[in-house]
């Protein structure tokens, strides 16, 4: 594999802490670091160790207190709410643990839907979605609903989803977390496969050392703090 | 090597525009097929506005009929009673004096006669009448001219209403026997002729007969309630000299022992329903608060709704999805199941009336719902669905996304 290095993630002296009631609870504290492009990054760490917090951030669905981040040259953390959700349309892809599916809507219809906010005409977003569906070998079950797939299949859909904009980043967060350990497999082979074929930069919460083993890097949070391994 | 996913896509994402067209196309395809997500709480949903469309409906009918009578009533006929109270009867040698005023057309006189058939549950509005003047003033009872005839010359003849025939099954030439509670005693009637109205408003549930049968009868029996009516029906030449020939006809029998009273027919049948307006009100107020309830009961639907769904919206979100583009969705839905309810409610207004009026046409001889009461039955609806979409459009809009994928899981 060609490992590049230039980073595309950079995090300076980021902070976030959240209140409950009257009391301020620290999750992230001074946190600093880079990930490079093409890299498949690891977040570990206990619960409550600010492991999500930090992924929710670097996606630009949630709000520093303090500190830059800054992705592909675009510093989010100056960005207002229209310009960061136009961003994350472009630049982020999802992928969760309950794979988020709308479930009154298609395989097909599920991935189309990051397509709808662009300027492609239907045609051509039935192409894009239909090669997608082809990437994570689903093209035969684009009709089907959310409730007659397989879980692992499922989250293959949210995959397709992720890419469909061909954004350089995805985040996911504990992505194997509801699957058994046949379709866990699938979906890191699937995501490997991302980063190495079609170089994507992977950010990845997770619990399970199995699939953190598949990441170039692993970076453990803990009370609010990185470390590396 | 790497490639881009670009390299197996048809063609290179440009830069992103928003796709209105599209959006709005996902919006009402995502609120069609939500509507019936959960099949039994939007039916019941559906259904409970229906319901109270439905009832706000009968009852806006019901208030309305109630007054319509006074709407229906003549611009050219005035009533003259006794000052004191309808139940004081006026000399019958006042008529002559009353046709004398300038601008009287003619004028005729009538008792309530209050009598009922076989059964006091039999009961329906029966006046004895002088035929020829009473029906000259009332040219919307129609009447075919050899059954007018006959009647005219029968001094035991009646006639009534095409409804209140219908209703006991009369035809023309049976006896009908009425049972007094005025005049105590059975009277007996043959049936002459059978009217009808001239518009769907007219009353085709009264029983006409002649004053002059009264009359004698009660010479024979109680000579002091002879040459007694319950009122005068005055016609005018034009609706304008009302007010001066109620005048001068109360002027003329003022400081008399039976002074009188002359109000246009319209006051006079208010007088009645106003007696009774409290009622209506009551009426109309539960009209009203039915359609409250319901608006409660459909945000609390919407609400729960929403909060099921936060996750999704949060993943919309995500996507790149706005908050103007989740309140369509929530707000679209919240309007579009009280329309469905709405449209229902209209649908099933029309076999109501109709039930109401053939089978309960003894207290509802016309039960007609307008169109305005169509339009404000689904104008009702859709408060509904904006009331109730409000709080849950809002609070679905609004959603910080990390907090509503909190929710998932």
Redesign the interface.
């Known amino acids: 594999m060609?490992q590049a290095t230039e980073p595309i993630v950079r995090i300076r002296n980021l902070s976030k802490s959240y209140r409950r009631g009257t009391q301020i609870i620290p999750v992230l504290s001074g946190i600093s670091f880079d990930i490079a492009r093409?890299e498949f990054v690891a977040l570990m760490g206990p619960s409550g160790s600010g492991k999500s917090?930090l992924l929710?951030l670097i996606?630009g669905?949630?709000s520093a207190d303090e500190g830059e981040i800054e992705i592909g040259g675009v510093e989010i953390t100056r960005l207002g709410e229209?310009d960061l959700?136009?961003w994350?349309?472009?630049s982020v892809g999802?992928i969760?643990?309950?794979y988020?599916l709308?479930?009154?809507?298609t395989a097909f219809?599920n991935v189309e839907?990051?397509l709808?906010?662009?300027?492609?005409n239907?045609r051509?977003?039935r192409?894009?979605v239909e090669?997608?569906l082809?990437?994570v070998g689903l093209a035969d079950r684009m009709d089907h609903y959310p409730s007659q797939l397989s879980g692992g299949q499922q989250q293959r859909v949210a995959i397709a989803?992720a890419?469909v904009?061909?954004p350089e980043i995805l985040v996911a967060d504990e992505p194997t977390g509801?699957l058994d350990r046949a379709s866990a497999e699938e979906i890191l082979q699937l995501m490997d496969r991302?980063v190495?074929?079609?170089?994507?930069t992977v950010i990845m919460v997770t619990h399970d050392p199995r699939a953190a083993e598949k990441a170039h890097l692993v970076r453990h949070l803990e009370k609010g703090e990185l470390s590396v391994t | 090597?790497?490639?881009?996913?670009?390299s197996?896509?048809?063609?290179v994402?440009?830069?992103?525009?928003?796709?209105f067209r599209?959006?709005l196309m996902?919006i009402l395809?995502?609120i069609l097929?939500?509507l019936f997500?959960h099949r039994l709480r939007s039916v019941l949903t559906i259904v409970g506005v229906a319901v109270a469309v439905l009832a706000y409906g009968l009852l806006t009918t019901l208030v309305g009929l109630w007054y319509s009578g006074a709407e229906h009533a003549s611009d050219t006929r005035l009533i003259t009673r006794n000052a004191i109270s309808l139940v004081f009867p006026l000399p019958i040698s006042y008529l002559e004096r009353i046709r004398g005023v300038p601008g009287v057309t003619t004028a005729s006189y009538g008792n309530w006669f209050g009598a009922y058939y076989k059964e006091q549950k039999n009961f329906f509005a029966n006046y004895a009448i002088e035929p020829r003047s009473y029906l000259e003033l009332y040219p919307e009872f129609i009447l075919p001219p050899k059954e007018k005839n006959d009647f005219l010359l029968d001094r035991k003849g009646c006639i009534v209403g095409e409804r209140l025939a219908r209703t006991y099954g009369w035809k023309v030439g049976d006896l009908i026997t009425l049972k007094g509670t005025i005049y105590p005693g059975d009277w007996e009637f043959v049936l002459r002729g059978i009217y009808h109205g001239k518009e769907k408003a007219t009353e085709e549930r009264i029983f006409l007969f002649h004053w002059n049968y009264l009359n004698e009868t009660m010479r024979r029996s109680v000579p002091r309630r002879a040459d007694q009516v319950g009122y005068f029906v005055v016609g005018v030449k034009s609706p304008g000299l009302a007010p001066d020939v109620a005048l001068a006809v109360d002027s003329m029998f003022k400081n008399s022992l039976a002074e009188t009273l002359t109000e246009t027919e319209k006051a006079f049948h208010m007088s009645f329903v106003s007696m009774t307006e409290a009622i209506m009100v009551a009426i109309q107020i539960v009209s009203y608060m039915v359609i409250a309830i319901i608006m409660v009961v459909a945000a609390n639907t919407m609400a729960m709704t929403a909060r099921e769904r936060i996750?999704?919206y949060a993943?919309?979100?995500?996507?790149?999805?706005?908050g103007g583009h989740l309140a369509g969705l929530i707000f679209g839905e919240s309007v579009a199941i009280s329309l469905l309810g709405g449209i229902l409610g209209v649908a099933l207004t029309f076999p109501a009336a109709h039930w109401i009026e053939t089978e309960l046409a003894q207290y509802f001889p016309y039960f007609t719902v307008s169109p305005k009461t169509l339009l404000f039955e689904l104008l009702a609806a859709l408060t509904v669905g904006v009331v109730s979409g409000i709080f849950p459009t809002w609070r679905g809009a609004t959603i910080?996304?990390?907090d509503g994928?909190k929710r998932?899981?």
């Not at chain 1, 709308?102 to 809507?105: E, T």
């Not at chain 1, 709808?116 to 492609?120: F, I, S, V, Y």
């Not at chain 1, 190495?196 to 994507?200: A, L, P, S």
Request: aromatic share 8%.
């Open positions: 060609e093409g917090t929710n996606a669905i949630d229209s959700a136009r994350r349309a472009v999802f969760f643990q309950f988020n709308i479930p009154v809507l219809e839907l990051p709808l906010l662009t300027h492609l239907r051509e977003r192409e894009h090669a997608v082809n990437v989803r890419i904009t061909d509801d991302l190495h074929e079609f170089g994507k | 090597m790497t490639v881009s996913v670009s197996v896509l048809p063609g994402l440009c830069g992103k525009a928003f796709g599209e959006v996902f395809k995502y097929r939500n997500r996750g999704e993943t919309l979100k995500t996507l790149g999805f706005k910080r996304i990390a994928l998932i899981g």
